[in-house]
């Protein structure tokens, strides 16, 4: 019987360390399928599979439901980004593209790509929630691509250009990217299919960035 009961110990344990992440699975869904304003900490716990109650032994409001949600899975996006950094930062364009190839696959083309659709349409709404987005997301991801745009510029690699608002040039066609396939999509999924639309963004993005060629020198 002691047997039985220290094995049902552990269980319980894992069980319990899992929720806060069970319940930030439940809220991404949810705030993806529904919107931020429209879902409710009921229909998180139910989806879940808890109790309210217990859902407040974790979480005291939405917000900071959301904020684990960010927390549990795109910071940890953001980490790895920055460890990337480090280790091709004398290698900018390789490390311009993999920046930019590492946001799509890990985030716009799982789940989480739905959070930028959210942001865009309820950041108004909740000001306070698309302040943390923005400085523990945005702002860290613009500083990646913003040092892969600089040390390749320095490096002669690629073009003199406008770094912040060429941050903002790059970026947004991959947020469109994933919002599309959390909306449009269900009027016309073909439109931007990854494996047409990702070689073509590339095409233009390193082409653009291309050092012209000298007037009068011949190549």
Do not use: H
């Not at 690629?158 to 990217?177: C, E, K």
């Amino acid at each position: 019987m002691s047997g039985t009961l220290q094995q049902a110990a552990p269980r319980r344990r894992r069980r319990k360390e899992a929720r806060p992440s069970e319940l930030a699975a439940a809220a991404l869904s949810l705030f993806v399928e529904k919107g931020y304003a429209a879902t409710r900490l009921d229909e998180v716990a139910a989806r879940a599979g808890v109790s309210k109650g217990t859902l407040y032994l974790y979480f005291d409001s939405k917000e900071a439901l959301f904020k684990a949600v960010i927390q549990d899975r795109v910071v940890a996006v953001m980490s790895e980004g920055e460890a990337l950094y480090a280790s091709l930062k004398d290698d900018p364009a390789r490390l311009l593209r993999e920046i930019l190839m590492g946001w799509w696959n890990l985030i716009g083309a799982t789940d989480l790509g739905g959070i930028p659709k959210v942001m865009i349409a309820e950041a108004q709404n909740f000001p306070e929630v698309a302040r943390y987005f923005y400085e523990d997301v945005i702002s860290r991801g613009r500083v990646l691509v913003a040092g892969a745009l600089q040390g390749g510029i320095e490096r002669g690699l690629f073009r003199p250009v406008d770094v912040p608002a060429t941050v903002q040039v790059l970026m947004a066609p991959l947020i469109m990217l994933s919002v599309w396939r959390n909306s449009m999509a269900v009027c016309d999924p073909v439109a931007c299919r990854p494996e047409v639309y990702l070689p073509a963004y590339f095409d233009l993005v390193f082409k653009g960035l291309e050092l012209a060629p000298v007037s009068g020198v011949s190549t």
